[in-house]
Nanobody
Framework: VQLQASGGGLVQPGGSLRLSCAAS????????MGWYRQAPEKQRELVAT???????NYADAVKGRFTISRDNAKNTVYLQMDGLRPEDAAVYFC?????????????WGQGTQVTVSS
């Protein structure tokens, strides 16, 4: 499974961005799709995930500001980011988790840079 993330860029504090993650195959079979981020000199952290059953989980730091969604017909997962703050600046990665025959497979996209600065 190949994941192509896009939509990052430079935005002022309080602004919005919409990230997209396009998969090379149908995402209907994925147990979950998610967004993670990694700031310089920090560990990669969870931002949001959405399960096959559309169950959603957000990191506390983004609750109420970010919205994850999926379009199965387009094999794409989105992350709408509103009210961006300087501390949201990071490289954002999308991933997908697949479980088959007691095995778990995790795929990562290449990352897209989000910069929040005035």
């Amino acid at each position: 499974v190949q994941l192509q993330a896009s939509g990052g860029g430079l935005v002022q504090p309080g602004g919005s961005l919409r990230l997209s993650c396009a998969a090379s195959t149908s995402i209907l079979g994925a147990d979950s799709m998610g967004w993670y981020r990694q700031a310089p000199e920090k560990q990669r952290e969870l931002v949001a995930t959405i399960s096959r059953d559309a169950l959603i989980n957000y990191a506390d730091a983004v609750k109420g500001r970010f919205t994850i969604s999926r379009d199965n017909a387009k094999n794409t997962v989105y992350l709408q980011m509103d009210g961006l703050r300087p501390e949201d600046a990071a490289v954002y990665f999308c991933n997908s988790v697949w479980k088959k025959n007691a095995n778990t497979y995790v795929f990562w996209g290449q990352g897209t840079q989000v910069t929040v600065s005035s």
